[in-house]
């Protein structure tokens, strides 16, 4: 595990303390990282966010007829790095849906592995639930309860997917225990009848999801096109970017579809393998029309207006925010702040781990240098945190 003496409170991200001589930093070099940055070395990490936390705040949000809500399922990571980055993600979601979106914070479920270390401040103890199959279907089957005719229900899986090989491949999505298999979450939704419901599936190898799940009033988006495509996914993080961006409303009416959100999302991960001189290995798809045959990539290549005919009709009219903003201490700019500086954070934390896994491609003092960077990075952008957090 990562240690640091260098950051206070990394909000809604499950990290112990960090510890430079771990990186291999000397005492000489973490001196002119807290130089830099003002930070003291006694600095622990605090007390991370969670949709409990901000249910004061979430009391004053404004009523609306139609209110949306939120299961976010976080999967076997296989391994710390991924469990890690799983969680990240989810706490991203968490941080959007609360401080840009306007949910509630009572109507934001959240579902997770549980950890080794659960006495510490792990995402286990803040997740509602642990994310086995059974509970998964059960909060769904709670979710049906409890939501009203009119509401939106959104579900977003974040983890690791496999198939069956073949032609007629199961689609799995990979959980503490016995996996999720679409047949599964079918049964599961039949309970909501004719409500609205999302269902995204960021995994490898999630496509038969997309088949096995369509139905009227639903919306299907895997981000994968077949179960051969089996590589981890880059579809989660473009889609959280694509929901904390102004820029994903496209048609410039203060709101935020599933559709505009598909179709920039998908942009950034094609963009992303270009980029990276990469061949692209996942192929998103989205099925919103009931006939199971789900539709590739966006839906137009101009704009997110809303299809005449077949897939992406229904998106486009399922607006994910709540049409109202929440109140409180901070105004909305400190809010967008906020977000933005969380969002930035776990950006920063997953650079390190992803340059720990490669510090052995590094020559002479090349893994310390960057080290250093991403640290006095992270570390000033804890400090900004604090100082907006301040009254």
């Known amino acids: 595990m990562l240690n640091t003496p260098l950051l206070c409170a990394l909000a809604a991200t499950t990290l112990p303390a960090y510890s430079l001589p771990q990186f291999g930093l000397g005492p000489a070099t973490a001196s002119r990282v807290m130089a830099a940055t003002g930070t003291a070395p006694t600095e622990t990490l605090g007390t991370a966010r969670s949709p409990a936390s901000d249910r004061a705040d979430a009391d004053d949000v404004v009523q609306t007829r139609s209110m949306p809500w939120l299961l976010i399922v976080s999967g076997l990571g296989g391994e ?25 914070a009572d109507r934001v479920r959240y579902l997770a592995e549980p950890r080794p270390d659960a006495e510490r401040e792990t995402a286990a103890e803040r997740a509602q639930g642990i994310s086995t199959r059974a509970q998964v279907l059960q909060s769904i089957e709670a979710l049906a309860q409890e939501s009203g005719d009119e509401d939106r229900i959104v579900m977003v899986f974040i983890g690791h997917g496999t198939a069956q090989p073949g032609a007629d491949g199961v ?39 997309a088949s096995a799940l369509a139905a009227p009033n639903r919306v299907v988006i895997t981000a994968t096109a077949s179960i051969a495509e ?24 203060g709101r935020v579809s599933l559709l505009e959100v598909y179709r920039q999302t998908d942009l ?5 393998y270009e980029s990276d001189g990469r061949i692209r290995t996942e192929h998103a798809q989205l099925e919103d029309d009931g006939d199971g045959q789900a539709r590739v990539g966006y839906v137009d290549d101009s704009t997110a207006s809303t299809p005449q005919t077949g897939d992406g009709r229904l998106a486009a009219r399922f607006h994910l925010d709540a049409q109202a903003a929440p109140s409180g201490a901070l105004s909305a700019e400190q809010r967008r702040e906020r977000l933005r500086l969380q969002l930035e954070a776990r950006r920063l934390v997953d650079d ?22 991403l640290l006095v990075e992270l570390a000033l952008n804890r400090r900004t945190f604090k100082e907006l957090e301040q009254p």
Not at 84 to 101: C, S, V
Not at 173 to 193: K, Q, V
Not at 197 to 209: E, M, N, Q, R
Not at 230 to 253: G, M, P, Q
């Open 80 to 104: 710390p790095f991924y469990s890690e980055l799983f969680r990240r993600r989810a706490h991203n979601l968490i941080d959007i849906a609360l401080d840009r979106l306007g949910y509630q």
């Open 171 to 209: 689609a799995r999505f990979n959980l503490p225990g016995p996996d999720l298999e679409p047949s599964d979450l079918g049964r599961a939704l039949e309970a909501f009848g004719d409500k609205r419901v999302a269902v995204i599936v960021t995994s490898a190898a999630s496509a038969t999801f």
């Open 230 to 253: 089996t590589e981890s996914t880059r579809f989660a993080d473009h889609f959280i970017k694509a929901l904390a961006e102004d820029s994903t409303d496209l048609d410039k009416d």
């Open 268 to 272: 950034g991960v094609a963009s992303s």
């Open 352 to 373: 390190i781990e992803r340059l720990k896994r490669i510090r052995h491609t590094f020559s002479g003092d090349g893994y310390r240098a960057r080290l250093q960077d």
